[in-house]
């Protein structure tokens, strides 16, 4: 069965540091992976994906993850952490033989200080 | 283009009562997902259209709830009688035929409480 593991709770880091966001999944094919973030009030915002190729993804807003398929790991990544960076982000994984259905993580609160 | 849309935003219910929540995916999108949130957990799959026709209920808890997408249009989703445990965010996504390695795109959720 498909499962998405974000063993964070919570990530605090000041403005300016590097922040990850943990992310490991297990899936029966090639895994289709997706960062979401959910800003206050919001609804999920599509942050960037893994498919195929090369294992370094960049996404929107400054954000990157790495695919590492022997760790069967997808961790979120930007190098330098902004106030407004602070949200709620969702990892997601889909079987690549399967249709539809993307399963989430349990989300990690990204907390950024001044 | 307009986005993912779905009302309301927040209902507020006592136990036994009915809710029916609506959602409007993007135009042209045949793929169509109901998601629920309970506090400070994952984000659980529901169930999946393909125009009118539903193709994953995997996820619907028991059978008072009720999804319908008449037409393969907009979709509501019904809980009859409403239960304390079904308190949560439902969150409806869509997304364009066939696309497997694509994002879905996400509404802003409506927050049902059940009192």
Redesign the interface.
């Known amino acids: 069965a498909q499962s998405?593991a974000q063993p964070e709770d919570q990530v605090n880091v000041a403005e300016g540091n590097p922040l990850t966001v943990k992310c490991t999944y297990s899936v029966s094919g090639n895994p289709?992976l997706?960062w979401?973030v959910q800003y206050p009030?919001?609804?999920?915002?599509?942050l960037l994906?893994y498919?195929t190729g090369d294992n370094l993804v960049k996404g929107s807003y400054g954000f990157e993850a790495e695919f590492n398929k022997s760790q069967t790991s997808f961790h979120l990544k930007k190098p330098s952490a902004l106030v407004n960076d602070s949200a709620l982000y969702?990892c997601?994984v889909?079987d690549?033989s399967v249709?539809?259905?993307?399963?989430?993580?349990?989300?990690t609160e990204l907390s950024v200080k001044p | 283009e307009a986005?993912?849309t779905q009302f309301p935003s927040h209902s507020v219910i006592e136990k036994g009562q009915t809710v029916t929540l609506r959602c409007d995916p993007i135009s042209g999108h045949d793929?169509l997902?109901w998601?629920r949130r309970v506090m400070?957990?994952?984000?659980?799959?529901l169930l999946?259209f393909v125009k009118e026709s539903k193709?994953?209920e995997s996820?619907m808890p028991n059978n008072r709830f009720l999804a319908e997408r008449t037409g393969g249009t907009y979709s509501t989703l019904k809980v009859q009688p409403a239960e304390l445990e079904d308190s949560g965010v439902y969150?409806c996504?869509s997304s364009q035929a066939?696309a497997?390695?694509g994002?879905?795109?996400?509404?802003?959720?409506s927050r049902l409480t059940v009192l």
């Open positions: 998405v289709y997706f979401y009030n919001r609804g999920l915002q599509f994906k498919i969702f997601a889909r690549g249709r539809g259905k993307l399963i989430f993580g349990q989300g | 986005g993912v793929n997902y998601y400070g957990k994952e984000i659980k799959f999946h193709q994953d996820g969150f996504a066939g497997n390695t994002e879905l795109f996400f509404g802003e959720g």
